[in-house]
Structures are given as C-alpha cells and as structure tokens.
C-alpha cells in the first residue's frame, strides 16, 4: 500500500509496487528518471522503506570516493561491522546482487556513478544476462536505477547502449499537472491557481522545500517579491541551476539565450536562430540537448507541418522573461521595483502562453461527444487568398482513419482578455480555412477559452448552438 505522507502519485507507485512484487524468478531492471525536485527520491525511499530494499544515493565524486561511499552502506544495509571495502566496481555490483537478491534495490542518481566509472552499466548488463539465463537459482533481484540528468538516464536504454532491451519497467516522474498542482498548493482560486501554475509549474518541492509550504493569500504581488524576487530565497537561482544540473550542458550562456529566445515567443527554429542572430544550423544541438532534457518539447504544427518549440518548466519561462533582463536590480534588491515594472509582460509573456498551453491539455483530456482527440496543437489555418491565415491556440484532431481526418475542435484562448461573439466568427473563419485544407470540419466544435470571461452577446450564441463551448477556468480545473 503507497505510505500515506506521498501525495498523488497513484500511477507511478502502482508501477513501482509491481515491479518490486513481481514472481518473475530471474533479475529485473527498472529505469526511473525525472527532473529534479519532482519526488523521485521521496517515492523511491517509500519503496525501499516499504519493501525493505537497499536505498543509495550517488554524489558526484571520484570512482574511488563513491566506491567507499558504496561500500560503507551496503554494510550498514546488511548489518557489517564497519565498511566493505571493494578493488572495484566489478566486485562492488556483483557482492550487492548476491547478498540482497530478494529485496529491491535501488541507485539513485545513478548519472554520477556512470560519470565516475562508465564501465557500470556493462557491469551490470552482464550481471542481468547472466541471471535471467540462470533461471532457478534465487536471484529475483529487483534493481532500480534513478536520476536526474534527463540526458544521461534517456540514453541508458537506447541505441548501443549496453542496458538496452534489458529494462522491465521505464517510468518518467513527470510535475504534477495544473488540477494537481492546484491541490498540492492548497489554492481555492482558480486564477490564482494558474498564475502560480504559470511561475512555478507542478514541480512539488518548489512548495516544500523553497517557499517553506506557504501558498500566496489575497497578495499574489507580495508572495512573488519576497518568494521568488528576493535574493536570499532558494527559488531567485533556480531556473539557472535546472541548466547546470545537466551534464551534457556546457555553454550555459548559449543554451540560456535559446531558452530566452523562446520564451519570448519565437518558437520556430528559424525564428528562435533569427531572434538569437545565429543561423539554424548552430542552434541544432541545443534544441536537441535541451529536449532531451524536457526544458524544452517539441511540437507539430499539424497544418503547415513544422516544428514549434515551447519552453517546458513555467519557472524558466518567468526567469527568462521577467529575471533575467533585470538580474542586476534584482541581486541589488530592487525586488518590488522590479515587478511592478513587470506585470504586463508577466501577462503577455507567461501567464498567456502558459493558459494557452493549459487549454490544450483540457482539449487532449475532453470527451469530443464520444470522441478523443489523438493530438492537440496550435496551428496557421490558412486561407485561399493572400495573406489569409489565422494563427489557431487549439487544434484538436482525432485519429487518422483513412478518411479525411475529423477537426474535433478549433479553439481560442485568451488570458486577460473579455471574449465576444468576433471571437467567435474569427473561429469561424478559421474552420472554414482548415476544412479547405482537407479536413472533416462538419462536426467541429468552437471553443473559446477565457481567463477573463464571455460577454452578454457570446455566452446568448453558446446557449443557441451546441456545437459552441465555452471554457472558463472553473472548467478548466473541474
């Protein structure tokens, strides 16, 4: 049974106590890996407690350091007097494996270990073939890998990697979405809720860890100056930290500027290169870099076919857009002067992209009358005319079926702005667009999507038509 004290998390301890309780009689690899201060290390030391499993986090140290780190707890774990000292890490793994073979053991930060001794994961590819091809013999050793450096555990299982194929389980810890979000922080008000959202993401420990669990009351403005402006608090150097917590980041300045870059609205590699004065082809391996990092993801555009990119972490979005241009009045302690300064680009910059964001999570989630849809996007609708085109916040499309593919709905969203029935006709438009790009648009739904609300005239047309919606953000946490 999950301990009480771990919020949420339903799916991945399912997944974990699974894997721990399987009958298999042969070893098994679990690969867990998920950005920093997710809860990884809360829910894997839940496990080892429950379960009563080996638990060991790596530092970053020398191979020969971390060798007698090592060896220091696993006697403590098996009750030896002292320390085990090992010649190396071949003897290390394997007396681990044979003396704790029916518990779950688990390496956290295991990045480090790789980065003192690469050979580690050979080692333990040849362990893991050779008691799964020894069946019967006691080994049900449960072994679990964890780590933060999102490159790093992303490529233990692919390619030539020696691990590949050997994993039984491959779970992501991912933020919680905003409706969790929402309950972690204890947060009534939905617009609230999601301007903090829009700074902070669903990252749990930014609220038990760095704001001392205090939630902004009636003041967002006061609670952003003191817990997330001020010098002295853990959260002012976060978003920088995220950057150097990954080891295949060197040029910090360099991935910052592509970061910067997208969070103010460039989001094609052409345009992310233009704002950055570079050509395309330099910024290549940092956009995969930080992808592969889940700084950034990567979206389709399904209509024109490209590739949008969009910073994934809120808190880097609100560091770049409204920190980092102003980081020496910030470090002077100028917090307050700061963000009144700021306000309107915290709305446009920010919270904006981030509702939009929000919206096509609620349009991937939402029932279509019946219908799913498989991808969620903005998108161009483009016209027969020139200079016809219509920039679209939602596109939602149900599966290719052979047949032209069905437009669930087309949506707009907008923050702080009142919507009105020109909206609507706007949307109008934009599906007739669409529909002569080859899309089923006869059973499209119109969605407006408002932080600010609906006006007399349009919420009257949405009463009049079914297939009108109107989403608020009450809807958008129901």
């Known amino acids: 049974m999950k301990p009480a004290h771990v919020f949420d998390r339903d799916r991945e301890w399912a997944a974990l106590s699974d894997f721990a309780k399987a009958p298999d009689p042969e070893m098994r690899l679990a690969v867990v890996s998920g950005r920093r201060r997710q809860g990884k290390t809360f829910l894997l030391q839940a496990l080892a407690d429950v379960f009563g499993g080996f638990y060991f986090v790596a530092v970053e140290s020398t191979s020969a350091d971390a060798l007698r780190q090592f060896g220091t707890a696993v006697a403590a774990y098996l009750g030896v007097p002292g320390a085990l000292a090992f010649a190396n890490w071949d003897e290390a793994v394997t007396y681990l494996l044979d003396h704790c073979g029916d518990r779950p053991l688990v390496l956290d930060e295991f990045p480090y270990l790789v980065k003192a001794d690469p050979s580690i994961p050979s080692i333990l590819q040849r362990e893991i073939d050779t008691r799964v091809a020894h069946r019967g013999t006691g080994s049900r050793v449960r072994l679990v890998l964890a780590g933060s450096a999102m490159s790093v555990m992303g490529r233990l299982l692919a390619g030539q990697a020696p691990l590949r194929g050997r994993a039984s389980l491959d779970l992501v810890v991912q933020p ?141 979005t609100f560091y770049e857009a409204i920190m980092r241009p102003a980081w020496s009045q910030l470090e002077r302690g100028w917090a307050d002067r700061v963000w009144r300064g700021s306000r309107a ?60 593919r069905r437009l669930l709905s087309v949506g707009e969203a907008k923050w702080s702005e009142v919507m009105n029935v020109g909206h609507l006709k706007r949307l109008e438009q934009a599906k007739d667009h669409l529909h002569t790009r080859g899309l089923d648009t006869r059973d499209t739904v119109l969605a407006l999507y408002s932080g600010a609300g609906f006006d007399a005239a349009l919420t009257d047309a949405a009463a009049r038509d079914s297939r009108v919606l109107l989403v608020d953000l009450p809807m958008l946490y129901a």
């Open 345 to 404: 680009r915290f709305a446009s910059q920010v919270v904006g992209p981030h509702f939009e964001h929000v919206c096509r999570e609620f349009a991937l989630a939402h029932d279509w009358d019946g219908d799913f849809a498989t991808e969620v996007a903005a998108g161009v609708a483009t016209g027969g005319g020139r200079g016809q085109q219509i920039e679209v916040d939602v596109i939602a499309l149900a599966p290719q079926d052979g047949h032209p």
């Open 176 to 316: 919680f979405d905003h409706r969790l979000a929402r309950l972690f922080w204890g947060i009534e008000d939905p617009r609230l809720a999601l301007q903090v959202n829009a700074i902070v993401g669903g990252t749990p420990a930014y609220r038990t860890r760095f704001v001392g669990n205090e939630a902004p009351g009636d003041d967002l403005d006061d609670w952003v100056v003191r817990r997330v402006l001020s010098p002295d608090t853990p959260l002012f150097r976060e978003a920088r930290y995220l950057l150097t917590n990954e080891m295949e980041i060197r040029d910090e300045a360099l991935y910052h500027a592509v970061l910067g870059a997208i969070a103010a609205g460039n989001n094609t590699r052409g345009g992310i290169a233009g704002h950055m004065e570079r050509k395309a082809t330099d910024i290549a391996h940092p956009l995969a870099v930080l992808e592969d990092c889940q700084l950034i993801r990567k979206e389709a555009d399904p209509i024109r076919k490209r590739s949008l990119y969009r910073v994934a972490e809120p808190l880097v």
